[in-house]
């Protein structure tokens, strides 16, 4: 008898959307946004930030994720980009959503969960990790053993199966 679970890393986007919408309504009530071009926007998998200047943007970002973390949003599934001069003296930055285990961190969870030495597969599948192996106690193991390690993105465990 063997059984399976999957490591997946996944991010609620209706949740991303609801910090957003609370992110707009604070900085058209908040005094220093006031006749601020600051913006922000969801696209699938990209946020888009734009703002006056570099330190209205750093404020922007910090209400942001005060209302990801209010909503359980992972701050580490978000992917930062360079600051950039926009339209009209704005400047902008570009936030990606990492949804799903990139191949290089899947690669280097296979090899650690390798090296434990403990009689369990681990396989690549898309963007997450499958698990499996006969005793229940070392599929366990592997779900503490990579709780305690930092791939610097969230990490859900889902699809126990026994079969």
């Given at each position: 008898?063997?059984?399976s ?7 609620n ?5 609801n ?10 009530q ?16 990209k ?29 580490n599934s978000?992917?930062?980009?360079k ?12 936030v990606?959503?990492v949804?799903?285990?990139?191949t ?10 390798k090296?434990?030495?403990?009689k ?8 997450q990790?499958?698990?499996s ?5 070392d599929?366990?193991?592997?779900i ?5 390690k930092?791939y ?12």
């Amino acid at each position: 008898m063997s059984s399976s679970f999957d490591v997946v890393s996944e991010v609620n986007l209706a949740e991303v959307d609801n910090a957003i919408n609370q992110v707009k309504k604070e900085i058209d009530q908040r005094f220093d946004f006031k006749n601020s071009k600051s913006d922000l926007k969801r696209e699938d998998v990209k946020i888009t930030m734009t703002s006056d200047d570099e330190y209205k943007l750093k404020s922007l970002i910090e209400i942001l994720k005060e209302k990801l973390v209010k909503r359980k949003v992972m701050l580490n599934s978000l992917r930062f980009g360079k600051v950039e001069t926009a339209l009209a003296g704005t400047v902008k930055q570009i936030v990606d959503i990492v949804c799903g285990i990139e191949t290089d961190i899947a690669r280097e969870m296979v090899k650690d969960i390798k090296n434990l030495k403990i009689k369990v597969q681990a396989s690549i599948q898309e963007k997450q990790v499958r698990v499996s192996g006969k005793n229940r106690d070392d599929l366990q193991a592997v779900i503490q053993f990579l709780k305690s390690k930092d791939y610097k993105l969230p990490l859900q465990f889902t699809n126990y199966r026994e079969n």
